[in-house]
């Protein structure tokens, strides 16, 4: 990963930063990636799904893990959601990893990931569980890392612009160390 890339954990979310995650979230949906909007994603929308995110950062219930470039900007991120059922309380899902396209394949994606992964177990989840788009980069980057594949969904979601496309679960237990 490049020099230039600072990894942080926010404890609240202000306006530049909501600012700054709604043009990396713009930008994934743009650029084809499946997280939970459709194209085209309006600055409103995803302004008003990052303050979403504040009131839940707020009352503790996920981490928001961030990418900075060497202009302080954000250009990645990674949540864990924390709030889970009574029954899990072990537990945590990795949530909306988004890398903007001009800074990926630098390793920023691998470092968000590692980061929640840390700041996950410091909260004291030892279990935690994500889904992807099958077969993509974030696929084989989750591999790589550790993760482990339980299984796809085919036709579980759709990409940005209606197609179908299928979703890979994966877990991976921090108790075991890295």
């Known amino acids: 990963m490049s020099d230039t890339i600072r990894i942080q954990s926010l404890t609240s979310l202000g306006a530049r930063e909501i600012e700054e995650l ?22 409103a929308k ?23 470039n060497a202009a302080g900007s954000i250009v990645g991120t990674a949540q864990v959601i924390l709030n889970l059922p009574d029954n899990q309380p072990h537990r945590g899902d990795v949530a909306k990893m988004l ?3 001009s800074v990926r394949r630098q390793g920023v ?5 590692a980061a929640a992964e840390e700041h996950a177990l410091k909260a004291g989840k030892t ?8 077969g993509g980069d974030a696929y084989r980057m989750y591999s790589r890392r550790g993760w482990q594949r339980c299984g796809d969904i085919p036709n579980c ?11 890979t679960y994966f877990y991976k237990d921090l108790s075991r160390g890295p």
């Open 157 to 167: 979601a759709l990409w940005p612009d209606g197609r179908l496309c299928s979703t």
């Open 127 to 134: 279990l935690l569980v994500l889904d992807t788009v099958t």
């Open 46 to 68: 995803a302004a008003d799904f990052w303050r979403g995110v504040e009131v839940s950062l707020a009352c503790g219930e996920r981490l928001v893990i961030t990418a900075e």
């Open 109 to 113: 994606g691998a470092s968000l990931l």
């Open 22 to 43: 709604s043009e990396v979230l713009i930008d994934c949906v743009e650029g084809g990636a499946s997280v939970s909007f459709m194209h085209p994603l309006t600055r």
């Open 99 to 101: 890398v903007h396209r």
